[in-house]
């Protein structure tokens, strides 16, 4: 046998070898768990199996992989209000194991365990609490119907050792009929109150014009009854008081001497201050 043959040989045989060898292991991923199946034991071994490379016995074990990283599920659902409307709910949920409690998991729902849990479970959920209220009572305690929801949905999916780290509605609505008659009824209320601001405003209008009126009437009372009260020559006199005032301001100034008083027309003039 020449030296190539027996390369190749050595090569074919160390190949199979490896192949054989590998046949000894497998391999967990980032992001996975595993359990045993040991067939020689008679059922699963209660060891959890993180990442990395890991020896078992082909044909009398059989490793079983379980993702831990978050999962997301869309669950959709139609249910009964108390007041007998139909409401359209989706959810979101983003869940993942309890990575100690696999082995119980495998044993009691299998490896498609978030299909057979968390639909019933999300459906259950919604259905026991939206029964207990009204359609209109929805619409306005959506938030707080939305956290009791939540908050139960997490203490039912626990009962299965599965984490729900998240619980979100990406819709709720009601059926065409409901949800036409809602929009009409909102569009009634938007014209009521229009009509009662335009109202309101007329009023407020109309009573700043009385208030206006009832002032300028009230100037005229007083005028005519100080006219009563003190006669025109009183109030004339008022007014030379006046004049007289303003002549003496103007008296000390050196440029002003005699101011006339109705001088054309046979008045006499005020003589302030004559300096020569």
């Known amino acids: 046998m020449s030296f190539a043959s027996k390369l190749i040989t050595l090569g ?126 929805i619409l306005k305690q959506r938030e707080r119907i939305s956290q009791e929801i939540r908050q139960q949905i997490i203490q039912n999916a626990k009962e299965f050792n ?14 065409k009929e409901y949800a036409n008659a809602i929009e009409q009824k909102q569009v009634a209320q938007q014209n009521v109150e229009r009509q009662r601001y335009i109202v309101d405003r007329d009023e407020q209008e109309k009573q700043a014009q009385i208030i206006k009126s009832e002032g300028e009437a009230e100037a005229a009372i007083m005028i005519n009854k100080a006219v009563k009260q003190f006669g025109a020559a009183q109030i004339e006199l008022k007014r030379l008081e006046a004049a007289k005032n303003i002549a003496e301001t103007l008296s000390k100034s050196q440029n002003i001497s005699f101011v006339p008083s109705g001088a054309g027309q046979g008045g006499n003039g005020l003589l302030l201050n004559v300096r020569v």
């Not at 599965?162 to 059926?175: E, K, N, Q, Y």
């Open 162 to 175: 599965i984490i729900l780290d998240d619980v979100s509605f990406i819709h709720l609505g009601f059926m």
């Open 12 to 137: 074919a045989g160390i190949s199979g070898l490896g192949f054989f060898v590998g046949r000894f292991f497998f391999t967990i991923d980032a992001g996975e768990r595993a359990i045993m199946f040991d067939r020689a034991n008679g059922g699963i071994k209660e060891k959890i199996y993180g990442e990395g490379m890991h020896f078992y016995i082909p044909f009398f074990q059989k490793p079983i992989t379980f993702a831990i990283r978050l999962q997301s599920k869309t669950i959709t659902s139609q249910t009964g209000t108390k007041d007998l409307q139909t409401v359209d709910i989706a959810l979101r949920l983003l869940f993942r194991p309890v990575e100690s409690q696999l082995p119980n998991i495998y044993l009691k729902l299998g490896t498609d365990y978030d299909e057979r849990i968390l639909p019933s479970v999300g459906k259950e959920t919604l259905k026991s609490v939206i029964a207990q209220y009204d359609a209109d009572q």
